[in-house]
């Protein structure tokens, strides 16, 4: 071995171990990554029907889609299942604020949900809305909050690209994963 290897060797060894030493102090900076447990008693939820923000020319040219709506209610559907599913929440009727929350846009009013949530005995609103930009590109938005002080707990977005059930749904389970049920986040 000739000197220049053998100093690039031990060169290299340092490096490693400092990187170690690195890994090592963040580690206990950071403390555990370990996943936090869901909490032992599930959260009461209020959860409203996902919104259509339809802010395309094609929503201004045609209005509203029969095909929009029904993808609405399927994510509607899909969401209240997961979130029962995880076993986080027990979801609520929202039959008898139905109305109210329909005239409400929820989406841009940040005390309208919890207000409803807390009348339902809740302690949390979920709320979601899609926008459509167009026909290509659209967003999927989850909003939890706290029914009592109305502060965001948890939210999420994901943008999906086409306007077709396929991608609602990918968008939905994707967001679900990820973000609102993503292992470790409680609410």
Not at 42 to 56: I, Q, W
Not at 70 to 86: E, F, G, H, K, V
Request: aromatic share 4%; charged share 20%; with cysteine.
């Amino acid at each position: 071995m000739t000197k220049a290897s053998a100093t690039f060797k031990a060169g290299r060894a340092r490096a490693r171990g400092g990187a170690l030493l690195a890994a090592s102090l963040l580690a206990a900076w950071c403390g555990p990554l370990r996943a936090a447990a869901p909490p032992a008693v599930p959260v009461t939820a209020a959860v409203f029907p996902f919104e259509l923000d339809d802010t395309s020319l094609d929503g201004a040219m045609r209005g509203v889609q029969p095909a929009e709506q029904a993808r609405l209610l399927a994510l509607d559907a899909r969401l209240r299942s997961a979130l029962a599913a995880s076993g986080r929440y027990t979801l609520l009727d929202t039959a008898p604020v139905a109305a109210r929350a329909a005239a409400a846009s929820l989406r841009s009013c940040e005390s309208c949900g919890p207000a409803l949530a807390r009348q339902l005995g809740a302690q949390v609103e979920v709320n979601g809305w899609v926008q459509k930009v167009s026909n290509l590109i659209l967003n999927i938005n989850v909003v939890v909050r706290d029914a009592a002080s109305g502060r965001v707990i948890d939210a999420g977005s994901a943008d999906i690209r086409g306007n077709t059930d396929e991608s609602w749904q990918h968008g939905l389970s994707w967001l679900l994963r990820h973000r609102i049920l993503a292992d470790g986040r409680t609410p």
